[in-house]
């Protein structure tokens, strides 16, 4: 038996029950450690934070000093209360009063809480806690994440979910996204046995459905009993099922949002209908799906060309929202940048590098023979891919930011930064990632008339830090960036240093450090330190290529 991305065995007997079977086996999965009860942050009934720059993702420009006033976990007030270089006015300020907490914030920066829209909570063949994943994305301004699967169970995710609505948990928001077919008696085989599913989905209290493909029938009425109810839904257009429907039948059927970038390029395919497969490729192998996989953009109908311009335009049309995910597959570009990141060294899990590790079984980890012909190609892949994200933008289509951590040696909260730089590498302005990470997410989910943007009566969902991200969006890293000061030095500069989520203030630091120590507890305990691949015990044998 076949293990997929998160060790469930998978049925042989059809494509269709590969996804069902996928689904049903969610219920019987091994679930993560649970978060702990709240030990972190402080609560005010009024919070004052002084002094700050807004950076918000209304498209407005930069802006302060301003007061802003947090009374309960709502914004009471906005105010601006001076000009830079001029000593502010006292009697300009809201005033405190007694209780009041006050975050003296002078020459900081605020923006919005960030949404990950792909925001898998760790499982039992990473080795991750609820704790660790939460902190590391706290601490990296995320206050808002959609489960695009519930991988430790329904119930278990709506239990977190609820705690953290509560701020019982030092977690961020959650929305969970159930795989279809999750907790399926039998495997779905009929339109009706589909949307029976859904109506039970919504009934548990799901707040949306995660797809991978099903047969169109059956796809099409999920999708239709899915938008009756009122729910959003993400779909990973794996290619056993993509030939059948790309992302423009399925965003016409009723999908919401993709992940990825599957079923794009299908859908810009002019002549031809399915990804041009070498005759030994096998789905099964890793190295056969990513390896083809980095050709597949070249297939497609190029920039400018009507066809291209045609799928662009219908997907805005429908409203459609694009989550691209493109740090989860910048190691197939750049193998040793994303195996040698310097935050592995502090915050990477035993148990989760060796999951990163070269593999037949675990998902992601196909590096079983990955070179310079690879990442050469997937680098053209990015290319065309990216240019296509920011048409997509700027034609006014929604383009949020994901991250979907804990594979390809993408570590959580520290990806999603890294996802925020490569929206900017794609060609959009550091305020446009901005807007990408906060009220695009929001919109996405339903939840902009209370999150995603700085705006008197929205929730307190807050990002502050002492740099300006505008000016480097790695001084977003918890690890800082880097810095040669007037006196020669190097220093670090930089991380956040504040995160707000419904008006609970959290020392991202005093986070940062917490995941260090579960991290150097786990490695203590196994006498474990971080090796390349090859080279865990002794320098790696350099074949000839000859085998005795």
């Known amino acids: 038996m076949k293990k997929n991305r998160f060790s469930f065995p998978i049925s042989k007997t059809g494509i269709l029950a590969q996804f069902t079977c996928l689904a049903m086996a969610f219920s019987g999965f091994a679930q993560i450690e649970k978060a702990p009860l709240r030990a972190e942050g402080e609560y005010a009934n009024r919070l004052i934070i002084r002094g700050i720059t807004l950076i918000n993702s209304t498209g407005a420009p930069p802006v302060g000093p301003i007061d ?11 105010k601006q209360v001076g000009y830079p270089g001029v000593p502010i006015d006292p009697k300009n300020r809201p005033k405190a009063n007694a209780g009041d907490k006050e975050l003296d914030c002078n020459g900081m920066y605020l923006l919005p809480g960030f949404v990950d829209m792909h925001g898998h909570i760790g499982g039992q063949t990473q080795g991750t806690s609820a704790e660790y994943v939460f902190k590391l994305w706290l601490a990296h301004g995320i206050t808002t994440i959609r489960d695009p699967a519930c991988g430790n169970g329904l119930d278990w995710v709506l239990e977190h979910r609820e705690k953290s609505l509560k701020n019982e948990i030092t977690a961020p928001r959650i929305l969970a996204y159930t795989v279809f077919g999750q907790d399926a008696k039998e495997p779905i085989t009929t339109p009706d046995q589909a949307r029976a599913w859904v109506r039970a989905n919504a009934q548990k209290g799901a707040d949306g459905i995660k797809f991978f493909g099903a047969e169109p029938s059956i796809f099409r009425a999920a999708l239709d009993e899915n938008k009756k109810l009122g729910l959003r839904s993400a779909c990973h257009h794996a290619q056993l099922e993509v030939a059948r429907m790309n992302v423009l039948a399925t965003a016409q059927a009723g999908l919401t949002s993709m992940e990825h970038w599957y079923g794009l390029p299908e859908a810009l395919f002019e002549n031809k209908t399915v990804q041009d497969y070498p005759a030994d490729y096998n789905y099964n ?46 190691a197939n570009r750049e193998l040793m940048l994303a195996r040698r990141a310097e935050w592995h060294d502090d915050y990477t899990l035993p148990a989760l590098w060796r999951f990163y590790g070269p593999s037949r079984v675990s998902h992601g980890s196909y590096w079983h023979n990955w070179g310079t012909e690879q990442e050469v190609a997937w680098k053209r892949n990015y290319q065309l891919w990216m240019q296509f994200i920011n048409e997509y933008k700027n034609r006014g289509g929604r383009v949020t930011a994901g991250s979907d951590s804990g594979f390809i040696y993408q570590l959580y909260g520290f990806a999603y930064i890294r996802e925020l730089e490569l929206l900017r590498e794609a060609g959009f302005h550091p305020l446009e990632v901005i807007r990408a990470a906060t009220i695009k997410g929001a919109e996405a989910l339903g939840l902009d008339k209370e999150i995603g943007s700085v705006e008197v009566g929205k929730l307190a969902d807050f990002v502050i830090l002492d740099q300006n991200p505008l000016a480097n969006l790695k001084t977003l890293y918890g690890t800082g960036a880097i810095r040669l000061n007037d006196k020669n030095e190097v220093v670090r500069v930089g991380g956040v240093k504040y995160t707000v989520k419904d008006g609970v203030v959290y020392d991202a630091k005093q986070l940062l450090a917490d995941v260090r120590k579960i991290v150097a507890d786990a490695k203590k305990k196994e006498n474990f330190e971080i090796r390349q691949p090859g080279m865990e015990a002794k320098p790696a044998k350099i074949s000839d290529g000859k085998e005795n």
């Open 68 to 78: 802003v006033v947090v009374e309960k976990n709502r914004i009471a007030q906005i």
């Open 285 to 330: 192998n890793e190295q056969n799906r990513f390896e083809e996989a980095g050709n597949l953009w070249q297939q497609a109908a190029k920039p400018g060309t009507e066809k291209w311009n045609k799928v662009l335009d219908e997907l805005i049309k429908l409203d459609f929202t694009l989550d691209p995910t493109f740090n989860i597959y910048e």
